[in-house]
């Protein structure tokens, strides 16, 4: 049975912090729908309302750009292990940029991740916590090494200079904020 929260308490807040990956999905009023996987150690509770997520390179940047749009966004934590467990925060979201003041504020929550574009702030409206029974039952072998290697062996300038060309815009054409600051 699904139940609400107005804010995230401490059994959350633990749930949280043991999963090795989340998913973030967020909407404009027109266009695609983004739901993408993330992980490493890039999520974190800054309060039981407020948390971030550390952005890192990729092929797109629709997160970016449908916050700038719409600002909605949504985030999943499931369990895979013994005890079936869904976690849902509703809120709205907002980017901060690599090299803004916001981002070098609030870059020290995370570890220094090589590819990090930006931290993406969740005010946290309300939480839904649901059965996740049939979620599977996995083990993890390890978080993936390939999107370090390959921000490390590019070099903070050429990923900036792809992020200007690559992440400025939507797959359906909407800006993003990236677009806006990285010169």
Known sequence: MAEFFGALNEEHIDFISRQPMFFVATAAADGRINLSPKGDDTFRVIN???CAFLNLSGSGNETD???KRDGRIT???NSFDKK???LRLYGRGSCAVYGSPAFEESKA????IPGARQIIF????SVQTSCGFAVPEME???QRPVLRRYAEAKGQEALAEGWRTKNVQSIDGFDTVLGETVK
């Open 48 to 50: 039981q309302n407020r």
């Open 65 to 67: 750009a449908h916050l």
């Open 75 to 77: 985030v999943m934590f």
């Open 84 to 86: 079936p467990l869904i």
């Open 109 to 112: 929550l995370f570890p220094d």
């Open 122 to 125: 969740i005010d946290v409206e």
């Open 140 to 142: 993890l072998v390890r």
